[in-house]
């Protein structure tokens, strides 16, 4: 078993930066991930990264904005997230998976999850 903690969150004019943090305790990880779901909406992949290369996914909606990264002493991945837009609006959270192989862009590949953080973009 794992546990993963968040931290960060904000509400920002759009154009600002913002990072959010996830720290794993546990249950090594293979691959860490960033979901965000907005109100109304199905939860949406936003990064991942493989915890031991740090090798790393984006979806094209943040792809050049957005930033995933790991340090592996602190157990801790990272989002830093630039020139946010009022569509990136969401509640962002963390997840990991402790298998070698999944479809890293669906939430079922993940089985733990942290307690969410909500980003607030205003235009």
């Known amino acids: 078993q794992a546990q993963l903690v968040q931290s960060g969150g904000s509400s920002v004019q759009a154009g600002d930066s913002v990072g959010l943090a996830c720290t794993t305790s546990?249950?090594?990880?293979?691959?860490m991930a960033w979901f965000r779901q907005a109100p109304g909406k199905e939860r949406e992949f936003v990064a991942s990264?493989?915890?031991?290369?740090?090798?790393?996914d984006y979806a094209d909606s943040v792809k050049g904005r957005f930033t995933i990264s790991r340090d592996t002493v602190r157990m801790t991945e990272y989002l830093q997230m630039y020139d946010l837009k009022p569509e990136d609006t969401a509640v962002y959270f963390c997840?990991?998976?402790?298998?070698?192989?999944?479809?890293?862009?669906?939430?079922?590949?993940?089985?733990?999850w942290g307690q969410g953080a909500q980003v607030t973009v205003s235009a």
């Open positions: 546990g249950r090594t990880v293979s691959t």
């Open positions: 997840a990991g998976s402790p298998y070698s192989s999944g479809d890293w862009y669906h939430p079922s590949a993940y089985t733990y």
């Open positions: 990264i493989k915890w031991s290369t740090g090798s790393t």
